[in-house]
């Protein structure tokens, strides 16, 4: 693989503008945990090398997450994960492949029993920037450390 170009010399102003929108997550209060979590499955459902090696490595910034970062792909089965983050990773799965089935209403009944409204969205906004980065990365030909 090789980098098609530098997507960000190539268009400050769009760069800028996920830039906002990680801020906005960054100030909703959603756990940096769950939303690194997050980074990560929808990174491996979209196939995105860059994106996925560059947050398993900030998740294990923020503590021991190796069992986590290795066992993401299969949250059903492993106890590891909280009934919490189980119901962000689904939500995860289903707004990024979106045009399967949607977003199920026993899926959003679960998610909202951890979260209010306001909360919900951040998620959903956390889930579209993340899916918005991987496509960008994938369509530019970005690789883990094509920038060093």
């Given at each position: 693989?090789?980098?098609r170009?530098?997507?960000?010399?190539?268009?400050?102003?769009a760069y800028?503008?996920?830039r906002?929108?990680?801020?906005?997550?960054?100030?909703?209060?959603?756990?940096?945990?769950?939303?690194?979590?997050?980074?990560?499955?929808?990174?491996q459902i979209?196939?995105?090398?860059?994106c996925?090696?560059m947050?398993?490595?900030?998740?294990?910034?923020?503590g021991?997450?190796?069992?986590?970062?290795l066992?993401?792909?299969?949250w059903?089965?492993?106890?590891?994960?909280?009934?919490k983050?189980?119901?962000?990773?689904?939500?995860?799965?289903h707004?990024?492949?979106?045009s399967?089935?949607?977003?199920?209403?026993?899926?959003?009944?679960?998610?909202?029993?951890?979260?209010?409204?306001?909360?919900?969205?951040d998620?959903?906004?956390?889930?579209?920037?993340i899916n918005?980065?991987n496509?960008?990365a994938?369509?530019t030909g970005?690789f883990?450390?094509?920038f060093?």
């Amino acid at each position: 693989m090789s980098l098609r170009f530098n997507y960000r010399a190539a268009n400050e102003p769009a760069y800028q503008a996920m830039r906002a929108m990680e801020a906005h997550i960054s100030q909703s209060g959603v756990d940096k945990v769950l939303y690194e979590l997050i980074k990560i499955r929808v990174s491996q459902i979209n196939g995105c090398s860059f994106c996925l090696d560059m947050h398993a490595k900030d998740l294990m910034k923020l503590g021991d997450h190796a069992d986590r970062i290795l066992l993401i792909g299969l949250w059903r089965e492993v106890p590891i994960f909280t009934d919490k983050e189980k119901a962000v990773l689904e939500l995860a799965e289903h707004v990024t492949n979106i045009s399967q089935v949607g977003v199920p209403q026993p899926v959003y009944e679960n998610v909202r029993a951890y979260f209010d409204e306001k909360e919900y969205i951040d998620l959903i906004v956390s889930i579209n920037t993340i899916n918005s980065w991987n496509r960008i990365a994938i369509a530019t030909g970005m690789f883990p450390g094509c920038f060093s």
